[in-house]
């Protein structure tokens, strides 16, 4: 299962992750993380639980989708 980081029963993929951080395919490492720190923040003061776990899923499959291209690349 490329792209997807295991949750439970469930996986991430890389296009829920970019829907959830509301990032675009094209979004640099950069902008992928100032979005998640963004949206970590909101939900630390006023969000929940839940919610704070999808940002950092998100977050972690893009991550693991950044390493795979890179060791594909490299």
């Known amino acids: 299962m490329q792209n997807a980081v295991r949750s439970s029963s469930k996986a991430m993929t890389e296009h829920e992750a970019r829907q959830i951080l509301g990032i675009g395919e094209q979004a640099s490492w ?6 998640y720190d963004t949206l970590f923040e909101r939900n630390a003061k006023a969000g929940t639980f839940y919610l704070q776990s999808k940002v950092h899923r998100a977050k972690e499959c893009l991550e693991a989708a950044q390493r795979a291209k890179a060791t594909n690349d490299g």
Request: aromatic share 0%.
């Open 30 to 35: 950069e902008e992928i993380l100032q979005k």
